[in-house]
């Protein structure tokens, strides 16, 4: 039996073949389209008879090999990679569903992710039932006939919760449901939802797969009848990563294990360091032992990524002082970066969502959400510390 090389190797040598010039590194394609040999090979490869690349809106060779590392990073079948985050949630939906059809979601999720499900689907009658993290029992409460997809995200945006993914999973296959995760706070580094039941599974590719705040980008990968069915979308609504954007990420994915590993060490000891301090009301972290779900985090997750959420004393005005006196961190919406990033999402990422809307998944005035960056541990505490002071 051949023996599977592992996630690192997977990583780093999965590439393109090479050219006649015998490159060591994937070269960059950027070109809008592609030539044939002659009239029965482009007749053929329009018919899809046999694999050909076309036209850079439909397939490239750098977002093929991109695709294809990501896929064997999740154990997917197959995947369509698009120009951001929300444009692999949107085109994934929208590519499955059908006016009328009805879609089951945690309430915690992403802000712009609940806007689309809220104020731009119903457009085309699509509706969407909110579950409770915390009680994923009543999932199958909310399921009617035309219900026909599951969604979460596990961990959480920004309060970084735990949902028991084979839980939700054994769910949607007893219904005949379509099951897909937003997995970008963990990376397929740390979880790989498709072993949970998973038919798709979503990334950001602009968070922790670049690493880098360089680039933005989004990917969807999972069963293979289903991306055929997201891919034909694609390629006429027209969200494609761009060849550039996937050359980086595809050189990007061969330093995330090292890079995830650097992030999961420095956030578990800032939120030690957090969970004592006389300043905080509180503190999260899925590898904090006081986690509410630390036992299935630890089940489904390799570590418990880059994101700590906490809660400074004083409410909204002390967390102001907080934010204007950090000096090192950098004051941002992103998450997944090299440099640690604080931001806070009450008034940023879920500024959208009405305070009832906020509480109910969570998300307090107050609450503070960090992305661990890969500085030295005792220089970004420092930094909190001074502020905090």
Known sequence: MKNERKFETEAIRTQLERTQFLEHSTPMYLTSSFVFEDAEDMRASFAEEKEHNIYSRYSNPNSSEFIDKVCKMEGAENGFAFASGMAAVFSTFAALLETGDHIVSSKSIFGSTHTLFTQFFPKWNIGTSYFD????????????????????????????????????????????????????????????????????????????????????????????????????????????????????????????????????????????????????????????????????????????????????????????????????????????????????????????????????VGISDGMVRVSVGLEHIEDIIADIEQALG
């Open 133 to 360: 993290i915390n009680n994923l029992e009543a999932v199958e409460e909310l399921i009617t006939p035309n219900t026909k997809i599951v969604y979460a995200e596990s961990p959480t945006n920004p309060g970084v919760d735990i949902l028991d993914l084979e839980v939700l999973g054994n769910i949607a296959k007893k219904h005949g449901l379509i099951f897909i995760i937003d997995n970008c706070f963990a990376s397929p580094y740390l979880q790989q939802p498709i072993k949970f039941g998973a038919d798709l599974v979503i990334h950001s590719g602009t968070k922790l797969m670049d690493g880098q705040g360089r680039v933005l980008a989004g990917i969807t990968v999972g069963n293979g009848e289903l991306i055929d069915k997201i891919y034909r979308f694609s390629r006429i609504t027209g969200p494609s990563l761009s060849p550039f954007n996937a050359w980086v990420l595809s050189k990007s994915l061969e330093t995330l294990a090292l890079r995830v590993d650097r992030h999961c060490s420095n956030a578990l000891q800032l939120a030690t360091y957090l969970e004592g301090h006389k300043k905080i009301d509180w503190v999260k972290y899925p590898f904090l032992k006081s986690h509410p779900k630390y036992e299935i985090a630890k089940k489904q997750m390799k570590a418990g990524g880059c994101v700590v959420a906490f809660e400074v004393k004083g409410g909204v005005e002390e967390g102001k002082k907080f934010f204007d006196a950090v000096k090192l961190l950098s004051l941002s919406a992103n998450l997944g970066d090299s440099r640690s990033i604080v931001t806070h999402p009450a008034s940023t990422t879920h500024s959208k969502l009405t305070k009832e809307e906020r509480e109910s």
